[in-house]
C-alpha cells in the first residue's frame, strides 16, 4: 500500500492544492467534513471537532463546507478562527476533542490552500487513516449521515488565543524572562500574527513585528520563514538580539542571528539537543531528523554521544519516529521542531522560545549559541514535470548511481518527488563543493529533459 499507487488526496501534509479548484473545493471540503465525521464517531457521547485556519481568503469558503459536513454527520464543531497550527492540535487535546482540523497551505502562497487533521491525541493521523477517509469520501454517505434531530452544532471559542499563549509560555522554566532582549518578529502575515507577538511581549521582549497584517493575499508573500531577506534586514536595522520568521501556519521557525545571518533547523535542533542533554531531558539517547538534514548536524550529534534517526520528509514521519523511539526532539532542516513534552506538532513559536532560554541563560550572543556545528556543502534544486514522475525511468537511476560512485562514500546524492507539488527534489552533500554542484547540476538537466 503505497502513497503514489492508492493516495489520491492527501499527500506528507494533509490535502493541499489551488483553491476553488480539485482537491480545494467547497464539495471536496464537504464530503471530507462527513467522511471524517462518521469515522470519528465512536460511541454514544456528543462528539465534538476544532477548525482552525491560517489568514487566506479561500478560508472564508473552506471552513463553513467543513463546518457542514461535520454537522451534517452529527458532530458539534467549535470555530477557533486564524490561531497555528500547533496551537489547533494542543485544543484538540486540552478540550478533549474528537478531531481537530486545520486549513492552511503553511508556506505556499495565498492561491493555494490546505487540509490537516489531528486525532484526539493531538497528532497527525496516520497514512492508514487518511486512507479510510478518502475511501469513505468516495462512497454515498447519504443514507449514514445525521437524523434531523442527531446534526451538530457550530460555537465559536472566544478564547482561542489566550489559550495558545500560557501553553507557549509555559514551555519556558518558571521565572525566565525575555527582559532587554530585542527581538524582530516575522508572522508572514499568516496564523500567528497576533498570538506570537502577544507572547513575547507578556515574556518582556521589545519586540519589532513584521508581517502582521493580512488581508488575505499576501500571506508568506516575500515575507516568513521562507522568504527571511526582509528578517535580517530588520534585525540589523533596530539592531535586535535575534530574528524569529515563522511560516503561515506557525508550525516552522527560522532564525537571524544578531549579524542578519541565517539559522537553520539543522542549527536549531543541535543547539536545544545539546542544551536538553546538558539538563538530562534529553529523552531516547538522540532526536529524529529526516533525511535532509544536513551531515554536520548528524556528525555533531555523534560527538555529544547522540544519535541522529532519519525518516522520509513530513513532520509527522518525524513525530511518529519521536514515538516509536521514545525521544522528545526532532524536527526538519526547513524549521518544522518537534519538542514533544510541549506539543505534538511542529510550534515554531515554543522552538524560538527554547532558543531564547539558551541566550538567556548563557548570556551568549545569537551568532555565538546558535552556530553550533559546520554544515557540509549541500546544495538542493528543484526540477519540474508534467505527468508522471519520470525518477523511474532506467536511465535517470543510472545517473543517480553514477552520482553515487562520484561521492564515494564521502557525502550522499538524495533525490525525491515533492510531496505537495509535481517537482523532483535533487539534492546533494558532501566534502567538494565543486563536486556537489558538478553533481546536482548533471542530475537536474537529465531529469529535466526527461521530463520535457
Known amino acids: 500500500m503505497t502513497d503514489t499507487v492508492k493516495r489520491r488526496l492527501f499527500g506528507t501534509d494533509g490535502i493541499r492544492g489551488t483553491a476553488n479548484t480539485a482537491p480545494m473545493t467547497p464539495e471536496i471540503a464537504l464530503k471530507l467534513g462527513q467522511a471524517a465525521g462518521l469515522l470519528f464517531t465512536r460511541g454514544n457521547h456528543r462528539h465534538r471537532v476544532i477548525i482552525g485556519k491560517d489568514t487566506r481568503l479561500s478560508g472564508y469558503m473552506l471552513e463553513p463546507a467543513l463546518t457542514a459536513g461535520f454537522i451534517s454527520a452529527g458532530m458539534n464543531v467549535t470555530l477557533a478562527g486564524p490561531l497555528p497550527t500547533p496551537a489547533i492540535a494542543m485544543l484538540t487535546r486540552s478540550l478533549r476533542l474528537d478531531l481537530g482540523v486545520v486549513i492552511s497551505a503553511s508556506h505556499n502562497p495565498y492561491e493555494d490552500n490546505g487540509i490537516k487533521l489531528f486525532g484526539p491525541d493531538g497528532n497527525k493521523l496516520s497514512d492508514e487513516m487518511e486512507l479510510e477517509i478518502e475511501e469513505l469520501m468516495s462512497q454515498d454517505l447519504s443514507d449514514r449521515l445525521a437524523a434531523p434531530a442527531k446534526l451538530g452544532r457550530a460555537s465559536r471559542l472566544v478564547d482561542a488565543p489566550g489559550r495558545y499563549i500560557e501553553a507557549a509560555k509555559s514551555s519556558l522554566e518558571r521565572g525566565l524572562r525575555l527582559d532587554g532582549l530585542r527581538i524582530v518578529l516575522d508572522c508572514a502575515n499568516g496564523a500567528a500574527y497576533k498570538v506570537a507577538p502577544a507572547a513575547l511581549f507578556e515574556l518582556g521582549a521589545e519586540v519589532i513585528p513584521l508581517g502582521v497584517t493580512p488581508d488575505g493575499f499576501n500571506i508568506n508573500r516575500d515575507a516568513g520563514s521562507t522568504a527571511p531577506r526582509q528578517l535580517c534586514e530588520a534585525v540589523l536595522e533596530h539592531g535586535a538580539h535575534l530574528g524569529i520568521a515563522l511560516d503561515g501556519d506557525a508550525d516552522r521557525v527560522i532564525l537571524a542571528d544578531e549579524q542578519g545571518e541565517i539559522i537553520d533547523g539543522d542549527q536549531i535542533l543541535g543547539l536545544i539537543a545539546r542544551d536538553l542533554h546538558a539538563q538530562g531531558r534529553l529523552t531516547g539517547g538522540g532526536i529524529v531528523a529526516t533525511v535532509m538534514s544536513n551531515l554536520g548536524l548528524e556528525r555533531f550529534l555523534a560527538g555529544l554521544g547522540l544519535k541522529l534517526h532519519r525518516t522520509k520528509v513530513g513532520d509527522r514521519y518525524v513525530a511518529e519516529a519521536m514515538r516509536e523511539l521514545g525521544i522528545n526532539l526532532g524536527g526538519e532542516q526547513s524549521g518544522h521542531v518537534i519538542l514533544s513534552d510541549f506539543a505534538t506538532t511542529g510550534d515554531g513559536l515554543v522552538a524560538a522560545l527554547q532558543v531564547l532560554a539558551v541566550l538567556v541563560r548563557s548570556g551568549q550572543r545569537a551568532s555565538e549559541a546558535c552556530r553550533v556545528f559546520a554544515p557540509l556543502p549541500q546544495l538542493l534544486r528543484n526540477v519540474r514535470y508534467a505527468g508522471a514522475s519520470p525518477l523511474a525511468l532506467p536511465h535517470i537511476q543510472a545517473a543517480i548511481a553514477t552520482a553515487e560512485?562520484?561521492?564515494?562514500?564521502?557525502?550522499?546524492?538524495?533525490?525525491?518527488?515533492?510531496?505537495?507539488?509535481?517537482?523532483?527534489?535533487?539534492?546533494?552533500?558532501?566534502?567538494?563543493?565543486?563536486?556537489?554542484?558538478?553533481?546536482?547540476?548533471?542530475?537536474?538537466?537529465?531529469?529535466?529533459?526527461?521530463a520535457a
Open 405 to 450: 560512485l562520484r561521492l564515494n562514500g564521502a557525502g550522499r546524492v538524495l533525490i525525491r518527488p515533492s510531496g505537495t507539488e509535481p517537482l523532483i527534489r535533487v539534492m546533494a552533500e558532501g566534502e567538494d563543493s565543486v563536486l556537489i554542484n558538478e553533481i546536482v547540476s548533471g542530475l537536474c538537466e537529465t531529469i529535466a529533459e526527461a
